[in-house]
């Protein structure tokens, strides 16, 4: 974080502040670096009372979450403007969408917010297949499966948060703790998907594939999903222990980023934020979706509308969601993963050959050996993909940071016309200014790191 | 595979209304034509000359089903209280899929959205999205900006559709209303160029601030270079054959 001055006209300094650093004169006045000590000196001389400091705090700047660029005017250590600068990691993924099938929107989706791969996914599909009119016709394990990773997902998700959080306030164990963590589940995504991150797993229809029988050191999968399980319920105690009741982190977050619900209301923030003001929404439970109703689970509140709410609830969330999974494994029947229409169906019969994962030799023996249709049908289906009727649907649900919402239009074609993703952490990312003006430069690393904005769900 | 629907047939009726029971006229909004996204390509698949006409749901009757009648009827006396017709401020208000999409005029757009928030009865107190749509087809209302709006208090979603033409990308901005519209806002102009009138600070927000063009519309190219491998040139995806 550079800091430089710009004085008001007819200003001269008495003294140089640093002789290593001298100031300059500009045609918009006179620069000088400022570096510690002197700081005093300057706010100390009346005509430079009024002086406002903007500092650009990022896009590169290790406690801004990633690229998000703040822009603070100061006086002295106190904000009286704060902006967020976005934009630095927009890739185009919308517009690329328009450019594919339906099927590989997945592919695209999953890179938005890439701390919460599968959200984007099943928000994504279930949309597509609203606007199918196959909602009622996925089959259940795959809907299983789908609430399995998500919550798997919403776990890893508030442990990257924890853990960067407490990293930027300076509790570094807690970000050790919290990846070490975070681990095990992307192992367990890497078993299940084939990759750690940006999966393309859950497919408009179902699943690209079922869930692998074994894990790759024999053990049963569901087995392998309860051990995880055991080992996070182990282990998920030692940041709380560590924070919960610690005097500096509580220091560092009691009343830091304060909105209420009418802020909460008026910028439409949701998730954790909207829950740390005591109104229980969570859209698992208002407006559930892939069978939320048949989970029993709590929606942890808190009152006091802060950072360290925020944080207190995201512990409970974790818990909550172990849970669910916990209820997921024992409705995990034996079943398709893939919905029952083969206009539609995406051929899921995958096999890891030498060359990886691609295509059963068994199913290409089939279409190739016996039957010319199954050979075009396959060939169009990949290539061609299915078509959409016309129309367009909102799908909502409930990520890690908030409500995220898909705004999917299709005229009737192979590709979509237009997808919209309404990004939770791009919404919560304007309440910035609410949380941080009139505090101070260091709570706004505490601020922002409690809303746990992803840039690339912002910046898409 | 691809669903060969006949030019001009009225039988094309959208999958969600028949799960309804109603069947609402389609509403034409473009064409599709080709087997493929582009043209001037070899295409010998003789699907080249094919028109098909790009119908989206039309409007709906009432008995609209589940909330949307409510929501519908409370708007309707709210806005007579002050003043306004329903026909003068809605065009239309289509059922599809299970959701409920109402057409406001541009103009009525605030009295709409002030309705719908205040009104005890309705309380959408939450813009979630504003996403825009590029319509080149739709001759006279090309580009639409698409509210998603939530209420908590009644637990119930509606959708906004407002369109201007492309030649005067006008409409009235909602973040008098909800706040939280500023930066969607910001984004529809950044992507569509639609210009919402007394939004704050209506500038760029993810595309750099001198940046030409909107990048979203359909006459907006993606970009992108041909590739070359082991001889073999790829063009980039908008130009190359593929369908639509």
Redesign the interface.
């Known amino acids: 974080m550079s800091t430089t001055y710009t004085s008001g006209e007819g200003f001269e300094p008495t003294t140089g502040p640093d002789e290593a650093a001298p100031g300059y004169d500009t045609t918009e006045g006179r620069v000088f670096t400022v570096s510690g000590g002197d700081w005093d000196q300057i706010t100390l001389d009346p005509a430079q009372e009024d002086e406002r400091i903007v500092v650009n705090m990022g896009p590169q700047h290790p406690s801004t979450h990633g690229v998000l660029r703040l822009i603070l005017e100061l006086e002295g250590e106190t904000i009286k403007d704060a902006r967020c600068g976005?934009?630095y990691l927009?890739t185009?993924i919308?517009?690329?969408l328009?450019?594919?099938?339906w099927t590989q929107g997945t592919t695209f989706v999953t890179r938005m917010d890439y701390l919460s791969s599968f959200f984007n996914e099943t928000a994504y599909c279930l949309a597509v297949e609203?606007?199918?009119?196959i909602t009622d016709d996925i089959p259940d394990r795959a809907t299983v499966i789908r609430v399995i990773l998500m919550e798997l997902n919403r776990v890893s998700s508030h442990l990257v948060c924890l853990a960067t959080g407490g990293m930027e306030l300076g509790a570094l164990t807690a970000m050790t703790f919290g990846f070490r963590e975070r681990e095990s589940i992307l192992d367990l995504f890497e078993i299940i998907s084939g990759l750690r991150m940006n999966h393309a797993y859950v497919r408009p229809g179902g699943l690209a594939q079922d869930l692998p029988e074994k894990d790759d050191k024999g053990v049963d999968i569901k087995v392998r999903i309860q051990q995880t399980i055991d080992l996070l319920r182990k282990r998920l105690p030692d940041t709380a222990n560590l924070l919960v009741d610690n005097a500096i982190w509580m220091g560092r977050t009691s009343g830091i980023g304060y909105v209420d619900l009418t802020g909460c209301?008026?910028?439409?923030?949701?998730g954790p934020i909207l829950r740390a003001t005591g109104?229980p929404?969570d859209l698992r439970k208002?407006?559930p979706y892939c069978g939320y109703e048949r989970y029993e689970f709590e929606v942890p509140t808190q009152t006091t509308a802060d950072a360290y709410g925020r944080f207190l609830i995201r512990l409970e969330e974790m818990q909550q969601s172990l849970g669910i999974i916990e209820q997921a494994l024992d409705l995990l029947a034996p079943g398709p993963v893939m919905v029952d229409d083969p206009?539609i169906a995406w051929p899921a019969q995958l096999a890891i050959g030498s060359d990886g994962m691609g295509n059963s030799l068994e199913h290409i023996r089939r279409i190739m050996g016996t039957s010319m249709e199954a050979l075009i049908?396959h060939f169009?289906?990949v290539?061609?993909?299915?078509?959409v009727?016309?129309?367009?649907?909102?799908q909502?649900l409930e990520a890690p940071r908030g409500?995220l919402?898909v705004?999917v239009?299709s005229?009737?074609?192979?590709?979509p016309?237009?997808v919209?993703f309404?990004d939770p952490s791009?919404?919560n990312?304007?309440s910035v200014a609410a949380m941080c003006e009139g505090g101070q430069v260091a709570d706004v690393v505490a601020a922002v790191a409690s809303i746990d904005p992803v840039m690339g769900g912002v910046?898409? | 595979?691809?669903?060969q629907?006949p030019v001009g047939s009225d039988e094309v009726v959208?999958?969600?209304a028949?799960?309804l029971g109603l069947a609402p006229a389609a509403e034409t909004?473009?064409t599709?034509t080709g087997a493929f996204?582009v043209s001037g390509s070899g295409d010998t698949s003789g699907f080249g000359g094919l028109v098909?006409p790009?119908?989206?749901?039309g409007a709906s009757e009432k008995p609209y089903g589940g909330y949307f009648d409510a929501v519908a009827d409370e708007l309707e006396l709210a806005l007579a209280d002050s003043g306004l017709p329903m026909e003068s401020a809605i065009e239309r208000v289509v059922v599809?899929?299970?959701?409920v999409?109402f057409f406001v005029r541009r103009e009525a757009l605030l009295d709409v959205a002030r309705t719908l928030r205040d009104e005890p009865g309705l309380r959408f107190?939450?813009?979630?999205?504003v996403?825009?749509?590029?319509f080149p087809g739709d001759t006279g209302r090309e580009l639409h900006a698409?509210h998603?709006l939530?209420s908590?208090t009644h637990?119930r979603?509606i959708?906004l559709e407002v369109a201007c033409p492309d030649d005067d990308p006008h409409m009235p901005s909602v973040t008098s209303v909800?706040?939280?519209a500023?930066?969607?806002e910001r984004?529809t102009w950044d992507?569509f160029g639609i210009v919402f009138d007394g939004h704050p600070s209506l500038t760029?927000?993810?595309?750099?601030d001198d940046w030409p063009g909107h990048?979203?519309r359909k006459d907006y190219p993606?970009g992108g270079i041909p590739v070359e491998y082991k001889g073999a040139t790829t063009p980039p995806?908008?130009e190359r054959r593929?369908?639509?």
């Open positions: 976005i934009g927009h185009g919308e517009k690329n328009e450019y594919r099938t609203k606007l199918l009119g209301m008026a910028l439409g923030l949701t109104l929404w208002e407006m206009k049908h169009k289906l290539t061609e993909g299915f078509t009727p016309a129309g367009q649907v909102f909502v409500e919402g705004h239009v005229h009737g074609g192979t590709r016309y237009r919209h309404r791009f919404n990312l304007q910046d898409r | 595979m691809s669903e629907r959208p999958v969600g028949v799960d909004i473009g599709r996204g098909r790009v119908e989206m749901p599809d899929r299970g959701e999409t107190e939450i813009c979630h999205s996403s825009g749509v590029h698409v998603h939530l908590i637990k979603r959708r909800w706040p939280s500023d930066w969607h984004e992507m760029r927000i993810l595309m750099p990048p979203q993606l995806p908008d593929s369908y639509n």
